[in-house]
């Protein structure tokens, strides 16, 4: 079951920080809410998954119908590690998907935007063949650097 989790201004994502994402993948069962006043989701019940031996990519774009190369791309072992450890139980459960940013990758050394601020969208995906399904999608607000002296 794909879940929609918004990244917005709450967040705090901003060009040229490094940035890490961590997602607790669940099977179809999961029921959760989202707080938009704290930007975060919040856990009502589901059966964490095991994806220990799964294949990852994550995507931005400009927009949900954007084709062609995405803004950013991240694979299992290329900006995606798998942490932790797995537990049936929600409480016990360490392993997540972390989706790693450099903060290179919005803005460079020489002080040049590469990704402009604005609205994006993003998905994380199984990627194995046959089995591949969107997990997570939603909405990215990517913030400009604030100036520094």
Known sequence: MAYRRDYTKVNDIIIGDDLSFKYE????????????????DTYVSGTPEDVATWSFRWELRVKDTATGVPMLSYTLGSGITITGTYNASHA????????????????????????????YTYSLKRDDPGSEKTLVYGKFVLQEKPARL
């Not at 669940?26 to 989202?34: C, S, Y």
């Not at 360490?94 to 990704?115: F, H, K, P």
């Open 25 to 40: 993948i669940f099977q179809d069962d999961l029921v959760a809410t989202f707080d938009a006043t704290t930007g975060r």
């Open 92 to 119: 016990a459960n360490t392993q997540r998907v972390v989706v790693a940013i450099a903060d290179t990758e919005t803005y460079s050394d020489a002080g040049a935007v590469l990704i402009p601020p604005k609205t």
